[in-house]
């Protein structure tokens, strides 16, 4: 059995009393809201806080309307109608019902970076030396790499950038709003352009926008990604595209939006924006699934998605990926 370290717990009732206890506390605090994710890390010694600063009695992290609270669960984002589609669709794969019930959309944004030799127990790691993510020197993905190939593995992430939304982060010294395609970094280690005393607070997105989100894993009840496409059409005609999965950070691809821009969707548009999209994924060996054949997977799930904004009847298509059956 895995246990968690020792550390103590705060429960503020304001978002200003946790950004105060955050700034005061430093780095040896870090802030939880579901846990999902920091708790396992934490028995896997990845993180060992001193402070775990508790984010669930914050009422005003879990607002809606015109701004998603950070707050809210993956399981009420799944249920509001309201909300576009392909965030819900991103939702409701994230794990299970239970962890969808504890997890939080703020919580998912904020993912750890995944590899096969870093989420690995304390000692395992130890048997075999420890990567360049924590307590090593080398990646062993890639060892001649200075920088760690960790890879993102959010699912809400690519949806929401996919249709334009900014986070809102505040501190105790002031308050912020970032695109969430400029929140993230291509590292493994410093993935978010998140400062240490800022807690992500809400998520604001534009309305009007027709989006969806495809998902790739090994079994389809609950496992991370190993590629996530997410495709967005504004009313102006504006299209987006974002990747997830297939790098340190999910991403943009803007070539691809350049190309569809006041384009119709017809097939031959459709495939050419599968392949400018699938020429920008470099995956890397260090999830599930062979890297080579997800690289030429992401050029299907573009046209999947791609297909179902156009508003061809993809439900079999999906039926049939969450079961794993072959074509």
Known sequence: MMRLPWFEHRAPKSLQEATRILAGEGPNAMVIAGGTDLLPNMKRRHQAPRVLISLRGIEELRRNGSVLGAGTTLTQVVQKSELPLGLRQAAHQVATVHLRNMGTIGGNLCLDTRCNYYNQNYEWRKAIDFCLKKDGEVCWVATASKRCVAASS????????????????????????????????????????????????????????????????????FDFPVLGVAAAIATGGEARIALGAVASRPFLVEKAG????????????????????????????????????????CAEFTRYALRELRGDDMRATRQRIARYEPA
């Open 258 to 297: 350049e190309f569809l821009r006041g384009k119709t969707l017809s097939d031959e548009v459709i495939e050419e924006a599968a392949r400018i999209v699938a020429s920008r994924a470099k995956p890397m060996d260090n999830t599930d699934l062979d890297l080579y054949w997800r690289k030429d997977v």
């Open 154 to 221: 959010t699912d809400c992430a690519p949806a929401l950038m996919a249709i334009g939304a900014t986070v809102h982060l505040a501190s105790a010294s002031g308050e912020r709003e970032v695109a969430l395609e400029d929140f993230y970094n291509n590292d493994g280690i410093d993935y978010l352009r998140r400062r240490p005393d800022e807690i992500l607070t809400a998520i604001r997105f534009p309305s009007g926008v027709k989006s969806t989100y495809w998902k790739l894993r090994r079994r389809g009840a």
